[in-house]
């Protein structure tokens, strides 16, 4: 079933392979390297795809680029609203993610999201790019950060490079916490000066082609628990 340019695994399929043809990189090798099966990313970069938070996190921290230049690429109004009911859900093992805003500075990007830590669960990731803020809305939320652990209530706040491997855990019932990704000015993309079939350059990296691989055959959806 094919999807649509607007939609979050259209918008993730064309910054995917855009992303993988700047860097240079095949099916073969961006597999190797983010333990993503090759059948699953043919069927991310064809728009067949099912994204969960473990896989979009894994590509981002492979692909450097912030979880926004690959699921989005909507210029900000002068007034946004964004409502619970139509801000798109990406899940993980224990997390539930909506993404509400893009925030672009000129030696930065803010990426802005609501964040639900689902009762009883834990969500592991290997490390990203960037710097994670967290601040606790609701419930209690166990924070591990290369062997540190805290514990954080209502109105706490957390910050960390998200480079290092980390977890969260919701203690107590569900946690509802916003949650704030900050990347550099040279983890940007740039998906805007990419043409369809070319290939984008990011500051001060220059663009190199893809390895071309015949396509791998579409096998049935799965949603292995690769690390964010």
């Not at 064809?46 to 210029?75: C, H, M, Y």
């Not at 500075?105 to 990426?111: L, N, P, R, T």
């Not at 984008?200 to 663009?207: F, H, I, K, L, T």
């Amino acid at each position: 079933m094919g999807t649509s340019e607007g939609s979050v695994r259209g918008m993730l399929a064309a910054n995917l392979r855009r992303a993988r043809t700047e860097r240079g990189l095949s099916i073969s090798e961006l597999s190797r390297r983010s333990k993503i099966g090759k059948a699953t990313l043919w069927q991310l970069e064809s728009g067949e795809g099912n994204p969960t938070i473990e896989t979009v996190f894994s590509l981002s921290r492979v692909l450097e680029v912030a979880i926004s230049d690959l699921l989005d690429a909507r210029p900000a109004d002068e007034l946004t609203v964004v409502r619970a009911a139509d801000a798109p859900v990406l899940s993980g093992e224990g997390v539930d993610l909506r993404p509400l805003r893009r925030i672009e500075s000129a030696d930065a990007v803010f990426e802005l999201f609501d964040q639900r830590v689902r009762a009883g669960r834990r969500q592991d990731s290997l490390g990203h790019v960037g710097t994670e803020h967290t601040v606790v809305q609701a419930g209690r939320l166990g924070v591990r950060v290369a062997g540190h652990e805290v514990e954080l209530e209502p109105g706490d706040y957390v910050g960390f490079d998200a480079a290092r491997p980390h977890s969260y855990t919701a203690l107590d019932g569900d946690v509802r916490s916003v949650l704030l990704l900050q990347y550099g000015a040279d983890q940007r993309l740039h998906l805007s000066d990419a043409t369809p079939g070319g290939s984008c350059a990011a500051e001060g990296r220059p663009s190199r082609g893809a390895t071309a691989e015949e396509p791998a055959p579409v096998q049935p959806k799965n949603r292995p628990p690769h690390a964010r």
